[in-house]
């Protein structure tokens, strides 16, 4: 069985700083994909950023970047540049097939 | 480009009642997800569906719910005499392929009083 966990149940971050989320997994996979979704107050699950397994570059969307330890099972979240409306409950996520299995979920709070 | 869509966006029912939730996936995508997420928890998933096929239950209750997803129209989760801890936000993604990322729906909140 899958399992993710997300260690940080809230982090906090002044404007225009740097953040890291942090996330680990567990799998018998050996292809597989993960993700990062953002959740406002307005409930919608917005997909932030995905890495594929069999790929070694760590994934890249504008401010947002992971860094992928296959070997280490880790996919942490990293958000440049800060801002006001990235401020959201974050949550990671593994698929291996027919379910996307996610984390607790991480509370960013960004600070003027 | 209408994203996947659901409906009603929030339902209130009474103990015993019956809820049904709908969802309307993205064009193009034949592949449907329920996920359940409680208050202050991440989304836990329910059941995994294929145009008349169900293909995954194994996060469904066993009883009460039940889903669809007919060859003409939306899927349905359907919660027969719904109880206090049915009371959650409800959300529907679709996929083209069954093994990418998922695309979700704005969710159905559900309160039973």
């Known amino acids: 069985a899958q399992t993710v966990t997300q260690s940080q149940p809230e982090m906090s971050v002044q404007e225009a700083e740097t953040v890291t989320l942090s996330c680990t997994y567990d799998?018998?996979?050996?292809?597989?994909?993960l993700f990062w979704y953002k959740q406002p107050p307005s409930r919608q699950m917005i997909l932030v950023i995905r890495q594929e397994a069999y790929k070694q570059q760590n994934a890249t969307e504008n401010r947002f970047s992971v860094n992928f330890q296959k070997a280490a099972k880790s996919f942490s979240l990293k958000i440049s540049d800060s801002q006001l409306g990235d401020a959201a409950m974050y949550f990671c996520?593994?698929?291996?097939?027919?379910?996307?299995?996610f984390g607790g979920g991480t509370r960013l709070m960004v600070k003027p | 480009n209408a994203g996947v869509m659901q409906n009603p966006r929030h339902l209130v029912r009474r103990r015993g009642q019956e809820a049904r939730l709908r969802c309307s996936p993205m064009k193009g995508h034949s592949h449907v997800y329920w996920y359940r997420q409680l208050p202050e928890e991440g989304l836990k998933f329910m059941v995994y569906?294929?145009?008349?096929?169900?293909?995954?239950e194994s996060g469904m209750p066993k009883e009460r719910f039940s889903a669809e997803f007919p060859k003409e129209g939306p899927s349905i989760l359907r919660i027969q005499q719904v109880v206090r801890g049915d009371s959650a936000a409800y959300f529907c993604a679709s996929s083209p392929t069954g093994y990418n990322e998922q695309f979700f729906g704005p969710g159905t909140r559900l309160t039973v009083l």
């Open positions: 569906l294929q145009k008349e096929n169900i293909i995954d």
């Open positions: 799998t018998s996979e050996s292809d597989y994909y």
């Open positions: 996520a593994h698929n291996a097939g027919n379910m996307l299995t």
